[in-house]
C-alpha cells in the first residue's frame, strides 16, 4: 500500500507548504472524519480529506500539472461561488486534476490564467517577494499624460495601499481614450484600475496577456484551454527556483 504525507496531498490539491502546515496544524483538516494536527501524517488512496466544508477523496498522483485559461469576461476567477453561477468550474470542466489558479482576475478583466495543481508555483506567481511579472494591455477613458505615467510609476497610496506600476507605456492616442501597455508586479485587489482611478482615467477594458513566461498566444480565443508544455513550462518551473533561493538568502 502507498502512502504520502498529508502536507504533500495538499499541496497537489494546489496549497503552498507553508498554508498546508498552517491549515493542518490550526486543526482544520480531517482524515476520515478525524482531525489531524500532524502535516506529517500518512494518508493513503482511498482517504476521505476534509477541509472546512469542501471534501476531497485522496487519489495519488505522480506529477504536478499546469494550464492555462484565457478567461472570457462573465466568469469569476473561483471554482464555488454560492453568489456567482459562472465561475471557472465550467470552463475547467473538461480538466481531471483538482487545480487552483494562480491570482484572480476580476469578473470584467480578460486573458492569461494560470492553473495548477503545484502550490508552490502558485505562491510564487501570486506573491509580489518574487517579482514575476503580469503584463496587462487597458482601455481607459481619457488622454493620458506622461506626467500621469511617471506618478503610476513612482507608485501612489490609495485607500492605504501603495498601489505601483513597474512599467507602463501608451500604445494608442485615442480623442477620448488611451490604450496602455502595463507591467505589474504586486497584486493587490483591483491594482490596474485603483491606479487610473487615481490619477483620473477610468479603466474600461483590461486584459492580460502575459502572467511570468506564459503568454495569451498560446490560448488566443476567450474559454480557450491549453495544457502548459515544452519550452513554456521549462521557463515556468525555473520560477520555483526563485522560492529556493529567497529561502536560501533569508535563513
Known amino acids: 500500500m502507498i502512502f504520502i504525507k498529508l502536507q504533500k496531498y495538499l ?7 507553508r ?42 498522483k505522480e506529477e504536478f500539472v499546469y494550464y492555462v485559461l484565457n478567461k472570457p469576461k462573465g466568469y469569476v476567477s473561483s471554482l464555488y461561488d454560492p453568489k456567482e453561477k459562472n465561475t471557472l468550474k465550467k470552463l475547467i470542466k473538461n480538466i481531471k486534476e483538482p487545480v487552483k489558479p494562480a491570482g484572480r482576475l476580476d469578473k470584467d478583466v480578460t486573458g492569461v490564467l494560470i492553473l495548477t495543481n503545484d502550490g508552490d508555483l502558485i505562491n510564487v506567481l501570486t506573491s509580489a517577494r518574487y517579482e514575476v511579472e503580469k503584463v496587462y494591455i487597458a482601455k481607459v477613458k481619457g488622454r493620458v499624460k506622461k506626467t500621469e505615467l511617471s506618478k503610476l510609476k513612482n507608485g501612489v497610496v490609495e485607500e492605504g495601499d501603495y498601489l505601483v506600476c513597474k512599467d507602463v507605456s501608451i500604445i494608442e492616442m485615442g480623442f477620448d481614450y488611451t ?27 483590461l486584459r492580460r496577456i502575459s502572467h511570468g513566461p506564459v503568454n495569451v498566444s498560446l490560448v488566443p480565443n476567450p474559454g480557450q484551454i491549453r495544457k502548459i508544455e515544452g519550452r513554456v513550462l521549462k521557463e515556468l518551473l525555473k520560477l520555483k527556483k526563485l522560492k529556493i533561493k529567497k529561502n536560501q538568502k533569508n535563513s
Not at 490604450?179 to 477594458?205: A, D
Open 11 to 17: 499541496q497537489q490539491l494546489g496549497y503552498s507548504r
Open 19 to 60: 498554508k498546508a502546515d498552517e491549515i493542518v496544524f490550526n486543526g482544520k483538516v480531517m482524515v476520515n472524519d478525524k482531525k489531524v494536527i500532524e502535516p506529517w501524517y500518512n494518508v493513503k488512496e482511498g482517504d476521505k480529506i476534509t477541509i472546512g466544508e469542501k471534501t476531497q477523496i485522496v487519489k495519488l
Open 179 to 205: 490604450i496602455l501597455k502595463i507591467v505589474m508586479i504586486k497584486g493587490k485587489k483591483h491594482e490596474v484600475k485603483r491606479l487610473f482611478k487615481h490619477i483620473g482615467h477610468e479603466v474600461v477594458e
